[in-house]
């Protein structure tokens, strides 16, 4: 069974950077498709990117290309999101969710972490 555990949230100031990992510890995520997603107060949860279980394929929303990237270990139980020159419109709950599909639907994905808080101060 797939139990994802996200971690690497935390406060940071604009301009900085925080690495968000995801592990599986049911160490069956090596089959499912992996995403991001981030909820903030007051607003839906929002696709950040996702990626393919062999890692060939990623998908980035507008807001974030060019400033993070999703990967995964080559065993495929851990996902990772670099996140680089962070802005205060990041400051959200950060998930991680596991999937059939390579999709940007919080819908289509049937696995989900707890969340890590991400915090970026102006």
């Known amino acids: 069974q797939v139990q994802l555990v996200e971690s690497g949230g935390g406060l940071v100031q604009a301009g900085g950077s925080l690495r968000l990992s995801c592990s599986d510890s049911?160490?069956?995520?090596?089959?499912?498709?992996m995403g991001w997603f981030r909820q903030a107060p007051g607003k839906d949860r929002e696709f950040v990117a996702t990626?393919?279980?062999?890692?060939?394929?990623?998908r980035y929303a507008d807001s974030v290309k060019g400033r993070f990237t999703i990967s995964r270990t080559q065993d495929k139980n851990t996902v990772y999101l670099q996140m680089n020159s962070l802005k205060p419109e990041d400051t959200a709950v950060y998930y991680c969710?596991?999937?059939?599909?390579?999709?940007?639907?919080?819908?289509?994905?049937?696995?989900w972490g707890q969340g890590t808080q991400v915090t970026v101060s102006s």
């Open positions: 969710a596991a999937g059939v599909v390579v999709t940007t639907r919080a819908n289509e994905y049937d696995y």
């Open positions: 990626i393919s279980r062999s890692g060939i394929i990623t």
């Open positions: 049911g160490r069956t995520s090596s089959t499912y498709n």
